[in-house]
T-cell receptor
Framework: GQQLNQSPQSMFIQEGEDVSMNCTSSSIFNTWLWYKQDPGEGPVLLIALYKAGELTSNGRLTAQFGITRKDSFLNISASIPSDVGIYFCAGPRGTGANNLFFGTGTRLTVIP | NAGVTQTPKFQVLKTGQSMTLQCAQDMNHEYMSWYRQDPGMGLRLIHYSVGAGITDQGEVPNGYNVSRSTTEDFPLRLLSAAPSQTSVYFC???????????????????FGEGSRLTVL
């Protein structure tokens, strides 16, 4: 089946540091999505990317749609304690956009 | 705003028992789905529905049944629980992708808070 591999698997950073994580796919996606899961909650959409090469920001978060369409990147600037959680990349299964493949996740811990 | 509501939040079963995880949404979404989350594996799609009376299988459907009799509800049934079904289960809903023409991003699934199931 489809594989979305995220790296790193986990990160421990100091508050105020910048964070970078990425997601690679074994096949091409036409849409890349980044979700965040707070502890004990369901995932919430952070950023959606629709075009190869696209760079999109949401506050301190910036995501990029790789030009090969097989990867995507998420950066968080000036991390704060509430950034703690698991970050998932995701892409559509088949031609529909509602069913998603999810990546393996990057668990972020921010040390105050 | 209730959004997507899942019950129960926690459940312990013995092997072979049956149970139903409930999911309800109040956003009039056509699409609903069930995912399971296991450590190091992300979320995997179990079953989904694009409207009342219509269901289909996802990536890991074995051992689970679903039905969609109303737009609001999408229960997930385990007929004979197995230890391999120990997991956290998430229900999600959304508009169809083409609804983004009227607003709302493609792929924005709204998730419930999850149901943690342990099968002994």
């Amino acid at each position: 089946g489809q594989q979305l591999n995220q790296s790193p698997q986990s990160m421990f950073i100091q508050e105020g540091e910048d964070v970078s994580m990425n997601c690679t796919s074994s096949s091409i996606f036409n849409t890349w999505l980044w979700y965040k899961q707070d502890p004990g909650e369901g995932p919430v959409l952070l950023i959606a990317l629709y075009k190869a090469g696209e760079l999109t920001s949401n506050g301190r978060l910036t995501a990029q749609f790789g030009i090969t369409r097989k990867d995507s990147f998420l950066n968080i600037s000036a991390s704060i304690p509430s950034d703690v959680g698991i970050y998932f990349c995701a892409g559509p299964r088949g031609t529909g956009a509602n069913n998603l493949f999810f990546g393996t996740g990057t668990r972020l811990t921010v040390i105050p | 705003n209730a959004g997507v509501t899942q019950t129960p939040k926690f459940q312990v079963l013995k092997t072979g028992q049956s149970m139903t995880l409930q999911c309800a949404q109040d956003m009039n979404h056509e699409y609903m789905s069930w995912y399971r989350q296991d450590p190091g594996m992300g979320l995997r799609l179990i079953h989904y529905s694009v409207g009342a009376g219509i269901t289909d299988q996802g990536e890991v459907p074995n051992g689970y049944n679903v039905s969609r009799s109303t737009t609001e509800d999408f229960p997930l049934r385990l007929l004979s629980a197995a230890p391999s079904q120990t997991s956290v289960y998430f229900c999600a809903s959304s508009y169809f992708a083409d609804r983004r023409l009227a607003g709302g991003p493609t792929g924005e699934l709204f998730f419930g808070e999850g149901s943690r199931l342990t099968v002994l």
